[in-house]
C-alpha cells in the first residue's frame, strides 16, 4: 500500500519532472517563440513604482521646484520639490491643479490652420511640415522685402533660456520687436526699486524673520510675487521663532486673503496708500526714531504728511498712524512691502517708493528680516525693452507684418478698450504657439500646438530668488500626450527653412541641445563655484536630479543703498487720480488676482474651477463684492444681479456681502469671462477687465487695474452665485478658538 | 443575569477604557496650528489630486453636493471696520469614539488597528447613517458616479479605489500613504520614523500650518505640539475623541 510519505514523494518528484520537462522545452525553443513580447520593458518602468522627475513649476511665476510622480509613463502627482530653495518642497493650490493642464480635454492636438474668415473660427489639421512651411514662407516674404522689422513676437514673461533663444532668432532675423507680456509684470515694483535702490532685480524679502510686517496692498500670501515662499515665511514669522511672535499689519481697501490673516486692518482709502506710508515716514523723522545725518532734509521732504494733516485724506485716525510708525520703528527689523493692489493707481510707482522710504527710514533695507539684496543672474536677462503697448500702436498704424504669439493672452488679459482686437485685425498673418484654444489664439492663422511644461524642457532664473542665485530647471515628466512640440524647436526648424544667417547663428537640432550648450557656458563661467563636480556631465546629472542648480553657501553681502535724490520726483502729495466722476460713478472698483485662476490662465483647470474661493467660497464664477452696510442701503441682497457701470464699460455680476471691504468700494476679482477657452471656463462668468480703460501708464505699458470708478444699480433678475459656505457666523461654538497674545507663554 | 450581561459586553467595553487605542502600534494624529494656517486652499487642491476625488460641475455644488475630503471654513467677527477673519481646516477628525461607526448598519465604517476611522466602500450601501450621525459634517456622498473627460482619467491615482454612485466617502488620512510608509520601514527592517509618512494636505501646506504623525510616541512632532497650552480639539465636549488637534490662533479677543 502506498504510505501517504512516499505518495507526497511521488507527487513532488513529479512537479520537478513537470518543471524541468518545462524547462528543457523552453531552452529549445528559439527566443522569437516566446509568447512574452515585452522580455526587456522600458528601463524606468516598473509597474506599480512611481518615479519621480523634478521639475520647475509655471503656474505663476514664482519658479518653484517640483516632483513630479510618474506612474507607468502617466504623472500622477505633483508636490514641491523639498530641495528648492523657493518653496522647499510646498506648493500652492494652484501648483497642485497643474497636473490638470497637462492631461486637459481642451488642448490643441495637431496644427490647425484658419479656414475661412477671421470671424468664423473655423480652423482645419495640417500637419506639422505644412504648417512649418506655410510660417517659413511667410517670414521668408518679410525678409524678401525687407520688412524684417515688421515682426513681432509676444510671449509670456521667461526667464530662462527659452527667452534668450526668442531674442537670437528675433536678433538674427533682424527684427528688435521681442516683446514679453504678462497681467501681472511687478514692471512697477522692478521700476521703483531700481529708481529707489538702484537694483535691477527683485530683491528678497524676508518675511520670515520680520517683526512687524506691513503689507501696502500685498496679497503676499495668495498670488504676489512669490507665495509659497511668503507662507514659508509667514509661518515662521507666526510660530517658527523661539519667544518671538511677529505681527502683520495689513494696509488695503479691500481684505484680501493676507489681510484676512493680519492682526490690524486699516481699509485706507484707495489710493492713499503711498501717503500713509509717508505719514508713517514723518512721525519715524518727527519722534527721532531715524538716526541718519540728513535728518532735517528728510524733515523737510516729509513735511506736507504730518499724520494729523493726511488723516482726513487716508480715511485713518492720525493716533493710529503715529501708534504704528513707533511701533514699526522698534520694531527691529520690520518690513513695510508694496503690492500689486497699492501698484495698480496710475502713480503706482509713487506709492511703491514712498514704501521704500518707509523702509529705508526705519532701516530695514540690507537687513535680516528687511529687504535683502539678491545676486546679479547667473544669466544675462532677456532684453525685453518694449512693452505691448508699442505693439498695439504698431499694429494700428499697420506697421506689423506678421505677429507670433506664445504661451500669453492679451486679448484676455488686455481690457476690450485697449484695442487689441482691432490691432490683432490690423496684423495680416498671426501665429500662435499655445496649447490651449485661448482667446489670442483663436485670432490666429496658424497655430503650432506647444508641449504643457511637464512634456516640455526648459528652465528659469528665480526671481525674486531667496537672496542667492537659484536657477530651476524644467524636464519632462511625462512624454507628450499629442502631436505638440516645443517652442524653441519650432523656432529652430524655422530657422533652419530660412536659412543663411538664421541657419549659421542656429545651428542646434533641437532646444534641448541649445539648452544643454548654454547651461555648458554657465558650468564654464562659475566653474569655481562647482568643486564637487568637476565634469560638466557630473554636474548637469545633478542638476537634473536635484531639479536646478543653487548655491546656498554664496550669499551676496552687498548692500543696498538707498538713493535719496532719485526718489524726491515721485514724491507727491495728492492722492491717485480716477477715472470717472465722483458724483455720477459713486464707487472705487478695485480688481484682483483670483486665488486659482491667477490672471485667468487657469479657469479651465476644473479642480481651481471648483475650488471654493478662500474669501468667498464662490465656485464657477464671478461676483461683485460690496460692503453690507452699502448694499443694505441701496436694497440689495446676496446673489442680486448688479449692473456695473464705468466710462468704459460695463458688465453684469451677482453680488456678494463682503464685510471686508470700504463702503465706498467694491471689488471684482480677475479670471473668469472667457469666450473661448475649453468646456470648463468657456462662457463662464464675467470679465471685469472690460470695465477699464485701455493702457495708460505708457511709460511702463501696463494697465491700473485699481484706477477706476464704477456705478452699480441693481437689476431685477437675479443672479447664479454658487458659494459653498453656509453661515459666517460661529454662534459660540467654539470652533476657531483664539487666545490674546500677551497671554500666551511658550509652547 | 447582570455578570453574564457584564461577560458578553466586556469585550465590547474595552473600547470605551480610556488609552485603548494607545494600546496599538499607532495613533496618527494631525496637529493643526492655526495661528500659522492662512486659508489658501492648497491643501484641498492637493487632496483633490490624490484621493481622485470628483468634480461635480455648478449646478451639483448648488447643491452642496461638492467633494472636499478638506475644507477650509471662514468665520467672521465684527463689522466694518473692525473686521475679523478666522480660518480652520476642517476634516475628518477619525474620532477615537466615533459616532458614524456606531450608526452604519453594514459596517462599512470601522476603527483599524491604527486608530483610524476607515470607510469600506464595497459594503456601503449608502443609508446615510454616518453622515447623520457625524457632527464635523465630513461626509460626502456620491449621488453619481462622476466621469473625469478623458484624457483627465489618467491623472487619476491607483493607489486609491475611485468610487461609484451610492456610496459614501471621507477622508482616510492619506491611508495609501500610511500603508506605503509602514511597508517601506518593513522592508528595510525598522519602525515608521517620524516624518516618514505625510497625507497630502500636509506635505504640501505652505505655511508649515499642519504635521502629521504618531501620538503614541513621545518624541514625534506631534506629540511635542500636543503639549502646546493652545491646544484644543473641535467639539470636544461632545466626547469623539478626535485625532486632529488645533492650536489655537493667537489675535486679540473681538470687543464684545
Redesign the interface.
Do not use: F
Given at each position: 500500500m502506498l504510505k501517504r510519505r512516499d505518495f507526497l514523494k511521488a507527487l513532488g518528484l513529479g512537479g520537478v519532472g513537470t518543471g524541468l520537462g518545462f524547462m528543457l522545452g523552453e531552452s529549445i525553443k528559439t527566443p522569437a517563440t516566446n509568447l512574452i513580447p515585452y522580455v526587456v520593458p522600458p528601463e524606468d518602468i516598473v509597474p506599480?513604482v512611481a518615479n519621480w522627475y523634478s521639475s520647475l513649476c509655471t503656474q505663476c511665476n514664482a519658479g518653484c521646484g517640483i516632483i513630479v510622480r510618474v506612474?507607468e509613463g502617466?504623472?500622477?502627482?505633483?508636490?514641491?520639490n523639498p530641495h528648492h530653495p523657493v518653496?522647499q518642497?510646498?506648493?500652492?493650490?494652484m501648483?497642485?491643479?497643474g497636473?490638470?493642464a497637462?492631461?486637459?480635454?481642451d488642448r490643441i492636438k495637431t496644427p490647425l490652420i484658419r479656414k475661412g474668415s477671421r470671424q468664423s473660427e473655423e480652423f482645419r489639421a495640417i500637419t506639422w511640415e505644412e504648417a512649418l512651411s506655410v510660417l517659413a514662407e511667410n517670414l521668408m516674404k518679410l525678409k524678401i522685402a525687407s520688412n524684417t522689422e515688421k515682426l513681432f513676437l509676444l510671449s509670456s514673461v521667461i526667464r530662462g533660456h527659452m527667452g534668450h533663444l526668442f531674442e537670437t532668432f528675433m536678433q538674427n532675423f533682424g527684427s528688435p520687436n521681442y516683446i514679453q507680456y504678462d497681467l501681472f509684470q511687478h514692471k512697477e515694483l522692478i521700476f521703483a526699486n531700481k529708481v529707489s535702490m538702484g537694483i535691477n532685480i527683485l530683491p528678497y524679502y524676508d518675511i520670515g524673520n520680520t517683526n512687524l510686517l506691513l503689507s501696502f496692498g500685498a496679497d503676499f500670501?495668495?498670488t504676489w510675487l512669490s507665495?509659497?515662499n511668503h507662507?514659508?515665511g509667514?509661518?515662521?514669522m507666526?510660530?517658527?521663532r523661539h519667544g518671538s511672535?511677529g505681527r502683520l499689519v495689513q494696509i488695503e481697501p479691500r481684505?484680501s486673503?493676507?489681510g484676512?490673516?493680519a492682526?490690524e486692518?486699516i481699509?485706507v482709502r484707495p489710493g492713499t496708500e503711498g501717503i500713509l506710508a509717508l505719514g508713517l515716514a514723518y512721525t519715524i523723522i518727527e519722534e527721532g526714531y531715524y538716526k541718519g545725518q540728513d535728518i532735517n532734509e528728510w524733515n523737510k521732504i516729509l513735511s506736507p504728511y504730518k499724520p494729523e494733516m493726511i488723516s482726513e485724506l487716508t480715511n485713518t485716525d492720525n493716533e493710529r498712524i503715529r501708534t504704528l510708525a513707533r511701533e514699526f520703528a522698534s520694531a527691529r527689523p520690520g518690513l513695510a512691502i508694496a503690492g500689486e493692489n497699492a501698484a495698480s493707481y496710475t502713480d503706482g510707482v509713487n506709492h511703491i517708493i514712498a514704501v521704500n522710504i518707509l523702509n529705508h527710514l526705519a532701516d530695514n533695507i540690507g537687513k535680516t528680516g528687511g529687504v535683502i539684496s539678491n545676486p546679479e543672474a547667473p544669466i544675462k536677462k532677456t532684453q525685453s525693452l518694449k512693452d505691448i503697448d508699442a505693439l498695439l500702436r504698431n499694429a494700428r498704424a499697420g506697421e506689423v507684418e506678421t505677429l507670433i504669439t506664445y504661451n500669453t493672452n492679451p486679448v484676455f488679459t488686455l481690457p476690450h478698450n485697449s484695442k487689441i482686437q482691432e490691432a490683432l485685425e490690423n496684423i495680416p498673418f498671426v501665429v500662435s504657439l499655445s496649447c490651449f484654444m485661448d482667446e489670442t489664439t483663436a485670432h490666429a492663422d496658424l497655430i503650432l500646438p506647444t508641449h504643457t511644461s511637464l512634456e516640455d524642457w526648459g528652465d528659469d532664473i528665480t526671481e525674486p530668488a531667496t537672496g542667492y542665485n537659484t536657477a530651476t530647471i524644467m524636464q519632462p515628466a511625462v512624454s507628450p500626450?499629442y502631436d505638440s512640440r516645443n517652442a524653441g524647436d519650432i523656432l529652430l526648424s524655422t530657422a533652419k527653412r530660412l536659412g543663411n544667417r538664421l541657419q549659421k547663428n542656429m545651428p542646434w537640432d533641437n532646444f534641448r541641445d541649445f539648452f544643454i550648450e548654454s547651461w555648458k557656458t554657465i558650468y564654464e563661467k562659475q566653474r569655481h563655484t562647482y568643486a564637487g563636480e568637476p565634469v560638466f556631465e557630473d554636474f548637469w546629472n545633478k542638476v537634473l536630479t536635484q531639479g536646478g542648480w543653487w548655491d546656498q553657501e554664496k550669499r551676496t553681502h552687498q548692500s543696498i543703498h538707498f538713493i535719496k535724490d532719485n526718489v524726491k520726483r515721485f514724491i507727491s502729495s495728492s492722492p491717485s487720480l480716477f477715472q470717472g466722476n465722483e458724483d455720477e460713478f459713486p464707487f472705487y472698483l478695485i480688481l484682483y488676482a483670483h486665488?486659482g485662476y491667477y490672471d485667468g490662465r487657469h479657469a479651465n483647470l476644473?479642480?481651481?474651477?471648483?475650488?471654493?474661493d478662500?474669501?468667498t467660497?464662490v465656485?464657477?464664477?464671478t461676483w461683485i463684492e460690496i460692503?453690507?452696510?452699502t448694499a443694505g442701503k441701496m436694497g440689495i441682497r446676496e446673489g442680486d444681479l448688479l449692473l456695473v457701470e464705468s466710462p468704459y464699460g460695463k458688465l453684469h455680476v451677482p453680488a456678494y456681502l463682503y464685510?471686508?471691504?470700504?463702503?465706498d468700494t467694491v471689488s471684482i476679482p480677475i479670471g473668469q469671462g472667457h469666450k473661448t477657452y475649453g468646456?470648463y471656463a468657456g462662457n463662464r462668468g464675467s470679465n471685469p477687465l472690460d470695465l477699464l480703460p485701455g493702457i495708460s501708464r505708457h511709460e511702463t505699458g501696463t494697465i491700473p487695474l485699481n484706477s477706476t470708478r464704477v456705478k452699480i444699480t441693481k437689476s431685477s433678475e437675479k443672479g447664479?452665485l454658487?458659494k459653498?459656505?453656509g453661515i459666517?457666523?460661529?454662534f459660540d461654538?467654539q470652533?476657531?478658538?483664539?487666545?490674546?497674545?500677551y497671554e500666551?507663554?511658550q509652547? | 443575569m447582570s455578570r453574564f450581561l457584564d461577560k458578553l459586553f466586556a469585550r465590547f467595553n474595552i473600547y470605551r477604557e480610556p488609552g485603548y487605542y494607545g494600546k496599538y502600534d499607532y495613533k496618527w494624529t494631525i496637529v493643526i496650528d492655526l495661528d500659522k494656517c492662512d486659508g489658501c486652499e492648497a491643501c484641498v487642491i492637493a487632496c483633490h489630486a490624490e484621493n481622485n476625488l470628483p468634480i461635480v460641475g455648478e449646478e451639483e455644488c448648488s447643491k452642496n453636493r461638492a467633494f472636499n475630503w478638506i475644507r477650509i471654513e471662514r468665520y467672521v467677527e465684527g463689522e466694518y471696520p473692525d473686521v475679523r477673519v478666522k480660518f480652520i481646516p476642517i476634516l475628518c477628525q477619525q474620532c477615537g469614539k466615533a459616532r458614524c461607526e456606531v450608526g452604519c448598519p453594514t459596517y462599512a465604517t470601522y476603527h483599524n488597528q491604527d486608530g483610524l476611522n476607515v470607510q469600506v466602500y464595497n459594503r456601503c450601501i449608502g443609508t446615510f447613517t454616518c453622515a447623520t450621525y457625524c457632527p464635523y459634517d465630513v461626509r460626502h456622498f456620491n449621488w453619481f458616479s462622476y466621469k473625469w473627460e478623458a484624457p483627465l482619467e489618467q491623472q487619476l491615482n491607483p493607489d486609491v479605489t475611485v468610487r461609484e454612485k451610492g456610496v459614501m466617502e471621507k477622508c482616510t488620512f492619506c491611508i495609501q500613504r500610511i500603508r506605503a510608509g509602514k511597508d517601506h520601514a518593513k522592508d528595510e527592517g525598522r519602525e515608521v520614523t517620524d516624518g516618514d509618512i505625510q497625507p497630502a494636505c500636509v506635505q504640501t501646506c505652505p505655511t508649515g500650518a499642519m504635521t502629521f504623525g504618531d501620538l503614541n510616541d513621545p518624541e514625534s512632532r506631534v506629540s511635542q505640539l500636543a503639549k502646546s497650552e493652545r491646544r484644543y480639539r473641535l467639539f470636544e465636549d461632545l466626547n469623539t475623541d478626535p485625532s486632529v488637534i488645533y492650536l489655537k490662533r493667537v489675535m486679540k479677543q473681538t470687543k464684545q
Open positions: 506599480g506612474l502617466r504623472a500622477k502627482k505633483i508636490e514641491g518653496n518642497g510646498r506648493l500652492c493650490a501648483g497642485q491643479a497636473l490638470q497637462l492631461y486637459n480635454p500670501l495668495n507665495p509659497v507662507s514659508l509667514y509661518g515662521h507666526r510660530q517658527g511672535r481684505l486673503l493676507s484676512a490673516n492682526d486692518w481699509p500626450l486665488s476644473p479642480w481651481l474651477q471648483e475650488m471654493p478662500p474669501m467660497s465656485v464657477w464664477g460692503n453690507p452696510q464685510p471686508g471691504i470700504r463702503p468646456r447664479n454658487v459653498m459656505e459666517t457666523k460661529e461654538r470652533i476657531v478658538q483664539t487666545i490674546p497674545p500666551r507663554r509652547n | -
